[in-house]
């Protein structure tokens, strides 16, 4: 990470005293390291963080079940029969994920459903 802001504080050192300012205005509104998740767009975040490392895991997930399918079958109609099922059962990890309501057990939700009624509340 140190690199990365490096190279870019080299590529764009006439912007470092606007970053500066902008870095100072922020963080008046509250803006710190250990939140800046909550200001990023919910749909940036899903698709490139959680789809991304879920994806994959996913993946491998289903193949190890497809290859225990096709060890334990006795024979080939079995097989078929019984990875047919399995497909038919899966789900797309996205859908999945918007269905999923356990995030508003989380007091981050919390936290912002207050902040969002103060601010309209004023």
Same mark, same amino acid.
């Given at each position: #990470? !140190?690199?990365? %802001?490096?190279?870019?504080?080299?590529? /764009?050192? *006439?912007?470092?005293?606007?970053?500066?300012? %902008? +870095?100072?205005?922020?963080?008046? %509104?509250?803006?710190?390291?250990? @939140?800046?998740?909550?200001?990023?767009?919910?749909?940036?975040?899903?698709? !490139? &963080?959680?789809?991304?490392? %879920?994806?994959?895991?996913?993946? &491998?997930?289903?193949?190890? +079940?497809?290859?225990?399918?096709?060890?334990?079958?006795?024979?080939?109609?079995?097989? +078929?029969?019984?990875?047919? @099922?399995?497909?038919? @059962?899966?789900?797309?990890?996205?859908?999945?994920?918007?269905? !999923? #309501?356990? *995030?508003?057990?989380?007091?981050?939700?919390?936290?912002?459903?207050?902040?969002?009624?103060? /601010?309209?509340?004023?």
């Amino acid at each position: #990470m !140190n690199k990365k %802001l490096a190279e870019l504080k080299n590529k /764009f050192a *006439y912007l470092i005293d606007k970053v500066d300012g %902008l +870095r100072a205005e922020v963080k008046e %509104l509250g803006l710190v390291p250990e @939140s800046t998740y909550l200001y990023m767009q919910g749909h940036h975040v899903m698709d !490139n &963080v959680v789809l991304k490392l %879920l994806n994959p895991v996913c993946t &491998v997930l289903r193949r190890e +079940r497809e290859e225990e399918i096709k060890r334990l079958a006795e024979h080939e109609e079995q097989y +078929r029969n019984e990875l047919t @099922s399995y497909q038919n @059962s899966q789900v797309d990890v996205e859908i999945m994920l918007k269905k !999923n #309501m356990a *995030y508003k057990r989380l007091y981050h939700y919390e936290w912002l459903r207050e902040d969002v009624h103060e /601010f309209l509340t004023k």
